[in-house]
């Protein structure tokens, strides 16, 4: 388990330097620079700001000083926010983005497993027909039509809940925000659990194990569960993804304090080091969830702990 | 598709309502202005976002501006399913090429260009797609080309793997044996057969891309004033929303009816070609 660990570890850090190389590149390549504003710079202020940012080496230079920085943790200074360093920038916002993010996931796993189950269990039931009728809106509609539309109901008409805004520590501001977030994986993952649950259900073990006499919990739980996650584990890392690019627009909806708008921003105003510190950032966590699916999988199905 | 399919899809009244639903959209959007008395530019300063009223002279209402929003919604609905159709057509057709390529060299070559597809997915493509749009400027044939780049990779997959079921049937043996090269194998006797599948695929991709491009323009990446796709009128609308929402909901309730309709109609051709129910997206 371990040394697999290590193999697949040791996959993911050029793979990582390739996301970096080609990001850095093609930003570069982008017409326009960090310094381009309404008024012209005067062009020995413009020389000093280069060479003060190290824009005035070659491409290879800076990308090589880029990448050596990185090593040593350092994102280097954002070229917009004058006075912050990249990992400030994202030191901040980071927290509530992985807020938001994690009570997702984590909403969507803790709803749309049980919610799968239930249908499953209930196939061609009322319920499960409504459920999976639900399921199609949910994954259909984005979350930048639904937030809005849970903050007209729920904001402006009842107010139960703020509609857009963010304390620390506040709960009540993070409840549209991560129900909009969550609902796409949600849907999802609840379908793929009934699918699969519906197939392992139909499996000689589980009927020996409801002739045997074991209660319906112990048979769902000690002998269903495990196989019929393996699908649903392998849609994890394209959840967090789903969760990532919601949170671009959600945030924003919803004026939370995240990095999300760092990102769009970050391109549009050729904020070199911003973007590239974005890219690391989303990339490594992507790279991080994939490894854990891997580690999942291997937990959930032997034949790849054991085998080669 | 075999007539088993046909008629497993006629079965499914679900299907055949949300197909007719896409249909009566698509209609509207493309007659609708020869009805509708505003046009899309004009401001009408009399009635600055006036509620919407069949009886009034904005039938669904006005935007901020005075514009009026069935005009607007209309001119939205048409940008976005163009673009889905261009888009579509790209990452179908690049899709194809590659997979089935990759499944009839197979070998070493297959092994290879899969991997590329692995690499590939693995990476935040979304992230990509953004530079994409911020680097070539807001060219919007280069928007198209950049959300079809999205789809392609499970259609590769996809084809890929069919391809390499149909290789070893004895038609394409017969095929070899009477001379056929290899490009005119690929064209005229493996593609054929992939027909059935690549249609279900690429109906399930339609609404991702339309979701995606509206999530581009949502973001100002995507569709550019004074063009409006539906993401643009939502991000639009969810600024007014307190105010005026019927900005946000006119615009907002038809992407997300046309994104249901589109994912139940791909859906049911999936079970009925595919003939297993229920099966992860």
Known sequence: ?308 | MSKGSIHRLRSNPVAALAFSVIVLLIAIAVIGPWFNPNNIESLDWAHVAAYPSLTGAHWLGTDRLGRDLFARTLEGMRVSLAVACVAGAISLSLGLAYGAVAGYAGGRWDQLMMRFIEVLSGLPLIFFVIFLTVIFGRSQYLLFLAIGAIGWLTMARIVRGQTLSIRQREFIEAAIASGAGTGRIILRHVVPNLLGPVIVYATLTIPQIILFESFLSFLGLGIQEPHASLGTLIAEGAGEMEAAPWILLVPGGVLAVLLVCLNIVGDGLRDAIVGREGAAT
């Open chain 1, 1 to 308: 388990m371990v040394r697999y660990f290590i193999k697949r570890l040791a996959g993911a850090v050029p793979t990582l330097l390739i996301i970096i190389t080609a990001a850095f590149f093609l930003i570069r390549g982008a017409p326009g620079g960090p310094f381009d504003q309404e008024q012209t710079l005067p062009p020995e202020i413009l020389a000093n700001l280069q060479t003060a940012y190290g824009l005035d080496l070659p491409i290879w230079a800076q990308y090589g000083r880029y990448v050596g920085a990185l090593a040593h943790g350092d994102f280097g200074p954002s070229f917009k926010y004058k006075d912050f360093t990249v990992t400030e920038l994202i030191g901040q916002g980071f927290p509530v983005t992985l807020e938001i993010g994690a009570l997702a996931l984590i909403l969507a796993l803790g709803l749309g497993l049980p919610l799968g189950t239930y249908a499953a269990l209930h196939h061609h039931s009322a319920a499960d027909h409504a459920a999976m009728s639900l399921a199609v809106v949910g994954i259909a509609v984005p979350s930048f039509v639904v937030l809005p539309f849970l903050g007209l109901v729920f904001g402006i008409y009842l107010r139960w809940l703020p509609v857009a805004g963010w304390e620390p520590g506040s709960i009540r501001h993070l409840v549209l925000p991560v129900i909009a977030l969550c609902l796409p994986p949600l849907c999802i993952i609840a379908r793929m659990t009934r699918a699969s649950m519906l197939e392992v259900l139909r499996s000689q073990y589980i009927r020996t194990a409801f002739a045997k006499g074991l209660p319906l919990h112990i048979v769902i739980l000690r002998h269903a569960l495990r196989p019929a996650l393996v699908p649903v584990a392998g849609y994890l890392a394209p959840a967090v993804a789903s969760i990532m690019t919601g949170s671009l627009v959600v945030e924003s909806i919803a004026g939370l304090p995240g990095i999300g708008r760092y990102l769009v921003q970050g391109a549009l105003n050729r904020d070199y080091t911003l973007v590239m510190g974005m890219v690391i950032i989303y990339s490594a966590l992507l790279i991080a969830m994939g490894l854990a699916v891997d580690m999942l999988y291997a937990w959930l199905n032997p034949r790849i702990r054991f085998g080669r």
